[in-house]
């Protein structure tokens, strides 16, 4: 056979797109994992005929494996639940909490209508005084918000002190990885008040903000600022302890060159210590955001942020019949979007640095 067989031609173009199929899947499989979705890459290289038998194992371990897995736990939720007898009841079931969950969407949805109402109102008032010569007036709505509302709140929350914590934590870090001198000093400190629980935190985080903030103008509304605070304090140490070790660990050989090369410190942070640190300290931000993220609930319970805390809380409260499922949609919500928060970091994570943590 010879390179002008059009058998050979078209068997070797067959190859060369299977090969080019093959490195975007590869490429694609980074993605994959960032998502959670690995069990993604075995389906797509057995549809193009990669070793089916090889790929099936795959698809079993990353994907029926887990199904499995959360199939038992369901099963087992729903029947040992109504065998636990509360103040509230049987505890739900798995169907009793989507039902909740559902009850909860449509409540939103009706809510929703309702401050559009309010607001269609509203800006009718305003067009008569603006017609009148009149001047027009803000009416705030006052209905209480949404599960959806209360979700992006405690969102807003952990992100606002997760970037006060990065802020603060990131430099000391660095200063800490640099200078013996710092990380003695800085380390007695990191020792004791990293295990301080948010519970102690929060009376002297509402004391401070509320003589800060005693007449209750500002930017952001107290209870927020209270539970963001408490984030920060509890969620630095892991970002702080992470970058200090990333830059402790530096090459001593790519230290010595910067000495060579008489880099000023600006210029050794930006080009040596930082990249070179990434990896920890993205290792360092999500550990940090997680536990800002669990921190957060209490915080909001205690502070009456109105976000996923004080729903929690405001059920517990309540006593009704369907507070218990409320509950545990809440805590399923807590849940996903902690595994969501941490897909996010890592996505970040893999776009500036090489690092294959997970």
């Known amino acids: 056979m010879t390179t002008a067989d059009p058998n050979f031609a078209a068997t070797a173009d067959r190859e060369a797109r299977r090969a080019r199929l ?3 899947i590869n490429a694609a499989d980074r993605w994959f994992r960032v998502l959670g979705l690995s069990w993604l890459t075995p389906m797509l290289r057995a549809a193009a005929g990669d070793n089916p ?17 959360i199939a038992a736990f369901l099963m087992l939720w729903g029947v040992l639940a109504p ?19 559902v009850n909860l969407h449509q409540d939103a949805r009706a809510k929703f209508a309702k401050k559009a109402e309010f607001d269609a109102k509203v800006a009718q008032i305003n067009e008569r005084l603006v017609a009148q010569g009149r001047a027009p007036k803000e009416r705030a709505y006052t209905g209480a918000p949404t599960y959806y509302e209360q979700i992006w709140t405690s969102i807003q929350t952990v992100f606002f002190g997760f970037l006060l914590a990065t802020a603060v934590a990131v430099p000391l870090g660095i200063l800490a990885g ?9 380390n007695p400190l990191i020792q004791i008040f990293k295990p301080v629980s948010p519970l102690a935190w929060l009376p002297i985080v509402t004391m401070i903000v509320s003589a800060l903030a005693a007449t209750g103008d500002g930017l952001f509304p107290k209870s927020f600022i209270i539970s963001a605070v408490t984030v920060t304090l509890c ?41 070179s640190a990434l990896p920890l300290i993205f290792t360092g931000l999500r550990l940090s955001l997680g536990v800002g993220w669990m921190v957060l609930i209490a915080a909001e319970m205690l502070a009456q942020n109105p976000g996923l805390g004080k729903f929690v809380w405001d059920e517990f409260q309540n006593g009704s019949s369907s507070s218990l499922a409320r509950i545990m949609v809440a805590v399923l919500t807590i849940g996903i979007i902690g595994f969501l928060l941490d897909r996010v970091m890592y996505a970040l994570q893999s776009l500036f640095t090489f690092t294959n943590n997970r």
């Open 22 to 24: 093959f490195t975007r």
């Open 53 to 69: 038998r090889a790929q099936v194992r795959d698809i079993w371990r990353l994907l029926v494996v887990p199904l499995l897995a």
């Open 83 to 101: 065998r636990v007898q509360t103040s509230l009841g049987a505890v739900p079931g798995p169907a009793q909490v989507w039902d909740e969950a």
């Open 178 to 186: 640099l200078s013996p001198t710092a990380n003695a000093a800085l």
């Open 235 to 275: 969620s630095l140490w892991p970002t702080l302890i992470n970058t200090a070790l990333g830059v402790a660990s530096i090459d001593k050989d790519l230290v010595n060159v910067s000495k060579v090369l008489k880099m000023n410190t600006r210029t050794k942070i930006t080009k040596l210590v930082l990249p």
